[in-house]
């Protein structure tokens, strides 16, 4: 009956990943839509914000190379700024356009019932793991992908409650995606009885808020990947460069995103300390000591101190822009490290991985 109900989530688990990854094409093509209508919406607005800015610069009869006054208020408004006005309005009219109609697309209805039915099955294919372990599906490496990716897609789902955050679909679907594909090629293991040090209550409270905040990290790391593409895309805009991702002019400015990704990440970061504190609680409970320098809780610190000092240093030093999205990514790639490789190929007190 174990055996039987572990197989059966397996088989849950595919159909969700293959609902996802239609819901990832659909969110695909949503972006490609709104780059197709950006392009459009760009054609029909610079014709006339280029009349208009000659008009300013050369009113009718007006001498062309004469400039009655000399002041600075009569002069011609310098190419740079003029530039920077029309790329201005550019962007507020394309964003203006597409983002309004965007969410009713047919597209982004399918991605949104896509991804919510496949998170259905995906709850399904945990709920049955945890009754074939009789305990929570969390034990073991295949056991937290599992549950990882989960709580990922339903800290996505949540989060569009309050945020207008569907245009990151792609970059959450794909990432759980990637994990899970190589969770399903590397790390599954049968159900098997809990070692005695993770017989302990602490495995539901330690384990789910640490699941919380990877979550909520990688929320994060999707943000400010597309603040630093935004960056670029708007530095391109005000330079008259060609710009590489249409879709961009949709998405909010670069400095909605960095606002977005530091409230996203600090919800992370109280999690993560909540497990820092829960871990070392644990540690005692289990070997007598709060604190061991074991490779696993070293790790766990090098997370909590990177997000920290994203934190502190865009709070109090100013570190906007380019360089506080690189600490968040920077951040993020640590957790991956923490639960790819520190799980997988050191050994120690955790070594819980199953493999």
Same mark, same amino acid.
């Given at each position: %009956?174990?055996?039987?109900?572990?197989?059966?989530?397996?088989?849950?688990?595919?159909?969700?990943?293959?609902?996802?990854?239609?819901?990832?094409?659909?969110?695909?093509?949503?972006?490609?839509?709104?780059?197709?209508?950006?392009?459009?919406?760009?054609?029909?607005?610079?014709?006339?914000?280029?009349?208009?800015?000659?008009?300013?610069?050369?009113?009718?009869?007006?001498?062309?190379?004469? !400039?009655?006054?000399?002041? /600075?208020?009569?002069? /011609?408004?310098? *190419? +740079?700024?003029?530039?920077?006005?029309?790329?201005?309005?550019?962007?507020?009219?394309?964003?203006?356009?597409?983002?309004?109609? +965007?969410?009713? +697309?047919?597209? %982004?209805?399918?991605? $949104?019932? @896509?991804?919510? !039915?496949?998170?259905?099955?995906?709850?399904?294919? &945990?709920?049955?793991?945890?009754?074939?372990?009789?305990?929570? *599906?969390?034990?073991?490496?295949?056991?937290?992908? %599992?549950?990882?990716?989960?709580?990922?897609?339903?800290? $996505?789902?949540?989060?569009?409650?309050?945020?207008?955050?569907?245009?990151?679909?792609?970059?959450?679907?794909?990432?759980?995606?990637?994990?899970?594909?190589?969770?399903?090629?590397?790390?599954?293991?049968?159900?098997?009885?809990? =070692? *005695?040090?993770?017989?302990?209550?602490?495995?539901?409270?330690?384990?789910? &808020?640490?699941?919380?905040?990877?979550?909520?990290?990688?929320?994060?790391?999707?943000?400010?990947?597309? =603040?630093?593409?935004?960056?670029?895309?708007?530095?391109?805009? !005000?330079?008259?460069?060609?710009?590489?991702?249409?879709?961009?002019?949709?998405? *909010?400015?670069?400095?909605?995103?960095?606002?977005?990704?530091?409230?996203?990440?600090?919800?992370?970061?109280?999690?993560?300390?909540?497990?820092?504190?829960?871990?070392?609680?644990?540690?005692?409970?289990?070997?007598?000591?709060?604190?061991?320098?074991?490779?696993?809780?070293?790790?766990?610190?090098?997370?909590?101190?990177?997000?920290?000092?994203?934190?502190?240093?865009?709070?109090?030093?100013?570190?906007?822009?380019?360089?506080?999205?690189? @600490?968040?990514?920077?951040?993020?790639?640590?957790?991956?490290?923490?639960?790819?490789?520190?799980?997988?190929?050191?050994?120690?007190?955790?070594?819980?991985?199953?493999?």
């Amino acid at each position: %009956m174990t055996e039987t109900l572990a197989q059966l989530s397996t088989v849950f688990l595919y159909a969700a990943m293959g609902l996802y990854a239609a819901a990832f094409i659909a969110f695909a093509l949503d972006l490609a839509r709104r780059g197709a209508r950006a392009t459009a919406v760009e054609a029909a607005v610079v014709p006339s914000a280029v009349a208009r800015r000659a008009e300013v610069a050369a009113p009718v009869g007006a001498g062309a190379t004469t !400039v009655i006054g000399g002041g /600075p208020s009569d002069a /011609p408004p310098e *190419p +740079s700024s003029a530039l920077g006005r029309l790329s201005s309005r550019i962007s507020s009219r394309v964003e203006d356009d597409l983002v309004a109609g +965007s969410a009713n +697309s047919l597209s %982004m209805r399918w991605a $949104f019932a @896509l991804t919510i !039915v496949g998170f259905a099955f995906h709850l399904v294919a &945990v709920v049955l793991r945890g009754i074939a372990a009789a305990r929570v *599906p969390w034990a073991n490496m295949w056991e937290f992908s %599992m549950t990882g990716t989960l709580v990922i897609i339903g800290v $996505f789902l949540i989060a569009n409650l309050k945020w207008p955050i569907a245009y990151v679909g792609t970059f959450v679907l794909g990432l759980v995606l990637v994990l899970q594909g190589i969770a399903l090629l590397r790390y599954y293991v049968p159900v098997v009885p809990l =070692q *005695p040090a993770l017989q302990s209550y602490w495995l539901v409270i330690h384990i789910i &808020v640490a699941v919380l905040g990877t979550a909520f990290f990688a929320l994060g790391f999707a943000l400010s990947g597309l =603040q630093l593409l935004q960056y670029r895309r708007e530095r391109q805009v !005000v330079e008259s460069r060609p710009q590489q991702f249409r879709f961009l002019a949709t998405l *909010p400015s670069s400095v909605a995103l960095e606002n977005l990704a530091y409230r996203i990440n600090i919800v992370g970061f109280i999690a993560w300390t909540f497990t820092l504190i829960a871990g070392a609680i644990w540690a005692e409970k289990a070997w007598g000591r709060y604190w061991g320098w074991d490779t696993k809780e070293v790790w766990t610190f090098i997370i909590w101190v990177i997000y920290a000092g994203y934190i502190h240093a865009r709070a109090t030093r100013g570190w906007r822009g380019s360089r506080s999205a690189w @600490l968040a990514i920077i951040g993020f790639a640590a957790v991956l490290f923490n639960f790819g490789i520190v799980n997988v190929f050191f050994h120690g007190l955790h070594a819980y991985s199953g493999l």
